[in-house]
């Protein structure tokens, strides 16, 4: 069975940086497509950045691109996303997803795997 449990979460002050990490178990990491969501309080579940399953391929919501960006290791089994110039509206629980494709998918509803998320809060 899939796991994937993100880390790296905390509280940072606006223009700050963090780096998010999904460890991945329970399967051929090489074989799944790779994404982060995130979900305000009261808000639906957005898409924030996905890549494919060699790291070729990635793709970033307009909202973070330029600020955030996704990678993976596959030798290690994680996937990465590093937030700098972090605003206040990027607070969020931020979550990681996986699903066996070749595709950098950004449709919530094509991932098959979900963590629980990691807390991202920025303060102004």
């Known amino acids: 069975q899939v796991q994937l449990v993100e880390s790296g979460g905390g509280l940072v002050q606006a223009g700050g940086s963090l780096r998010l990490s999904c460890a991945f178990s329970?399967?051929?990491?090489?074989?799944?497509?790779m994404g982060w969501f995130r979900q305000a309080p009261g808000k639906e579940r957005e898409f924030v950045a996905a890549?494919?399953?060699?790291?070729?391929?990635?793709n970033h919501a307009d909202s973070v691109k330029g600020r955030f960006t996704i990678s993976r290791a596959n030798a290690e089994n994680t996937l990465y996303l590093q937030m700098n110039s972090l605003k206040p509206e990027d607070t969020a629980v931020y979550l990681c997803?996986?699903?066996?494709?070749?595709?950098?998918?950004?449709?919530?509803?094509?991932?098959?795997?979900w963590g629980q998320g990691t807390q991202v809060t920025v303060s102004s």
């Open positions: 997803a996986g699903v066996v494709s070749s595709y950098a998918e950004r449709q919530l509803s094509q991932y098959q795997y």
């Open positions: 329970g399967g051929t990491f090489s074989n799944y497509a």
């Open positions: 890549i494919n399953r060699s790291g070729r391929v990635t």
